[in-house]
Structure formats: C-alpha cells, structure tokens
C-alpha cells in the first residue's frame, strides 16, 4: 500500500512562490499516476494538477500558469511549485496516488485516486 507524504506547506505573503512535495516510501511514484488537490476551509475538494506514469501532466484552469508538477525521480518525490501566490489558494494540499487506467478527464476527479496523504497547509496571508 502507497502511503503518500507531503511536505512543504506553511505561511507565505501575497505573492511568494512555494514547493509541495509528496513522497512515498517502499513505492516508486513513477509507477503511477499522482495528483494533488487541494481543499479551503467550508470548500469542496478541488483538483490542482496531476503527472501520469510517462509524465502527461493537466492543471485545473484555476491555477493554470502559475503551477508547475513534476516528478524528481532520483528523490522520488512529486513536487508543486506554486507561483504568485494568492489568498484564494490558502487550503490543504493533499496528494493522491492512482495505480488505474484513466482518461484525462477522469484523474480530474479524486474517486480515480487510490491513496492520499494526510495533507501540508499552505495559508497565504495579504
């Protein structure tokens, strides 16, 4: 069982760029599909981006442009950079672990998602 881990979250001001990572032990994540999402106090869970075992990788328009996933295979980590932080992306970021055949649009959605990391906070204060 892939066991995710993230890191990197904490307080940050308007602006700042920040680095999530996610990695898993015992596991090689560049056998699978990892994805981050992200989840703001009294919102729903909402996609941000995912890599794909040969490295597709899709953003959720929200954030589009100002978020680059890739994968660091010598740490074995998956990382978010977060560019031009915004107050609106203050949330929970978690990171998700899929092992199955899916379209693009379906890793858009966390039922395609098979483990999940207990999530980093990232808070961005104005």
């Known amino acids: 069982q892939v066991q995710p881990v993230e890191s990197g979250g904490g307080l940050v001001q308007v602006g700042d760029s920040l680095r999530l990572s996610c990695a898993a032990s015992?596991?090689?994540?560049?056998?699978?599909?990892v994805a981050w999402f992200r989840q703001a106090p009294g919102k729903e869970r909402e996609f941000v981006a995912f890599t794909t075992r040969v490295d597709n990788t899709q953003y959720a328009d929200s954030v589009k442009g100002r978020v680059t996933i890739s994968r660091d295979k010598a740490q074995n980590t998956v990382n978010l950079r977060i560019f031009s932080l915004k107050p609106e992306d203050s949330a929970i970021y978690y990171c998700?672990?899929?092992?199955?055949?899916?379209?693009?649009?379906?890793?858009?959605?966390?039922?395609?998602?098979?483990?999940w990391g207990q999530g980093t906070q990232v808070t961005v204060s104005s």
């Open positions: 998700a672990v899929s092992s199955r055949y899916s379209t693009f649009g379906e890793l858009r959605f966390g039922d395609r998602y098979d483990y």
């Open positions: 015992g596991h090689r994540l560049s056998e699978y599909t």
